[in-house]
């Protein structure tokens, strides 16, 4: 077998990778013909095996009986990437394994569906990382990538170069562009919104060196994940329990974790459900933990954050939203407007924004400056975030074509100029 390279996008929420393939760059079929994957990773207790992407969704989502995982990549930086998860399988053995070690199965997975897509082997990789994996704390941020690092090598790569993910995005949307453009790229995802001011041209692709065109870079840990979270807390975790008053209040932290992606798998242990049913012994209104306490033990957890992530997306185009509940409850519904939606958000979106007009401040150049915003990543799609940059950038233009396969295009012309 040859020996090949790839640009990887490994996303909180869906990861692609580009390839060389007839000696052309294209998008690897990662899932059947699909060109993303879900970046989840499912634990069947029956079988004793795992199942990536979509097919592990569906799985869980039909009750295969198992442990699913999502947003593993929010949890770079943190110590938790070296906690242990323990599962118990039908036949009573335990399987134990890091956070390392499940980051590993899914970059693994990335890696050999992409190598049987082209036919050869790939040990090289332009590998994307958000401007900061962690807010205001380079230490952690270092150790993101470190750690992110150390995993590619333990799959097999052995030589990768990190890029950031908005200037890749860049790259793609350069490669499309008639004549010289000053571009801010906006990439929201599921876990980060990354931003960039890139002086882009048909010749300047071909350069070598970009150094003096990327004019800035910048990026916070908010993106559609946070989202959910916030619509959880707001419509769903209250008629679970949470802010409900009297003489005990129930700790917050049971429903934070709830409510966010990457932390869900955390309450599905004994020790919570221990934990829950004793603070409920002190509560009035038994009947709101009691659900929440069903929720953990039946590990529904990530079901309930997929009705909500789901009338979130479905409010991009409507305005109106019912949530089906049935599974907390027989005929349970929460309504949501895409007004309160907004809401909910405004105070994150406003960081988001400030974000992309500081990045044109540190590029030293003003607001009429920008010809274009290349918007991509799945949470760019909300109207509210449109809205507001084409308020403060009147004059830009908005393109928002390719949502999903923009950052890893980009990361492949990338690998192209390094390793070819
Ligand atoms: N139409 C839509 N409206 C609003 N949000 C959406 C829409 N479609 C997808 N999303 C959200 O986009 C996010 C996923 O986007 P994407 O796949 O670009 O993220 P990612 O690249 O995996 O994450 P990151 O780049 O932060 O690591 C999810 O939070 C999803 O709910
Ligand atoms: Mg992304």
């Given at each position: 077998m040859k020996k090949s390279y790839c640009g990887l996008d490994f996303g909180t929420s869906n990861s692609t990778v580009a390839v060389l393939k007839d000696n052309n760059l294209a998008m690897a079929e990662l899932e059947q013909k699909h060109t993303t994957i879900p970046s989840a990773i499912f634990f069947d207790m029956n079988k004793g095996d795992v199942s990536f992407g979509r097919k592990g969704v569906s799985l869980y989502h039909n009750r295969a009986g198992g442990r699913l995982m999502r947003s593993l990549k929010s949890l770079l930086g943190t110590s938790t990437m070296e906690d242990m998860c323990r599962m118990t399988l039908a036949t009573g053995e335990n399987k134990i394994f890091s956070y390392t070690d499940i980051l590993g199965m899914f970059i693994k997975h990335l890696k050999t569906q992409s190598e049987e897509f082209i036919g050869d082997s790939i040990e090289q990789a332009v590998v994307g990382r958000p401007v900061h994996f962690v807010d205001y704390n380079k230490t952690a941020d270092n150790l993101a990538q470190k750690q992110l690092e150390k995993v590619l090598q333990q799959q097999?790569?052995?030589?990768?170069?990190f890029q950031f993910e908005p200037v890749a995005a860049a790259l793609a949307y350069e490669s499309t562009v008639s004549k010289e453009e000053t571009v801010l790229i906006v990439d929201m995802g599921g876990g980060t919104s990354d931003f960039s001011v890139v002086r882009i041209s048909p010749q300047r692709h071909l350069k070598a060196n970009r150094k003096e065109d990327i004019l800035a870079n910048d990026g916070v840990h908010i993106a559609g994940n946070d989202f959910d979270r916030l619509l959880s807390v707001d419509k769903i975790m209250p008629l679970l329990g949470y802010g409900v008053g009297g003489h005990t209040p129930i700790p917050n932290h049971y429903f934070m974790r709830l409510a966010s992606w990457q932390e869900i798998q955390t309450l599905y242990n004994r020790k919570t459900i221990r934990e829950l049913t004793e603070i409920n012994r002190a509560v009035e209104n038994k009947k709101l933990l009691e659900r929440m306490i069903k929720v953990i033990e039946y590990e529904e957890g990530h079901l309930l954050a997929a009705c909500v992530e789901d009338a979130k997306i479905k409010l991009t185009s409507d305005n109106q939203q019912t949530i089906g509940l049935s599974?907390?409850?027989?005929?349970?519904?929460?309504?949501l407007t895409r007004q309160e939606l907004e809401q909910t958000l405004a105070e994150k979106v406003g960081i988001?924004?400030?974000?992309?007009?500081?990045?044109?401040?540190?590029?030293?150049?003003?607001?009429?400056d920008?010809?274009?915003i290349f918007m991509t990543g799945g949470s760019a799609s909300i109207p509210v975030i449109r809205k507001n940059l084409q308020q403060i950038f009147p004059q830009a233009n908005i393109n928002n074509a390719d949502m999903f396969g923009s950052v890893g295009k980009g990361l492949g012309i990338e690998a192209n100029r390094l390793f070819h």
């Open positions: 097999g790569f052995k030589d990768i170069a599974l907390i409850e027989d005929g349970l519904v929460a309504s988001i924004i400030n974000g992309a007009t500081r990045t044109v401040k540190d590029a030293g150049l003003q607001a009429n920008i010809q274009t």
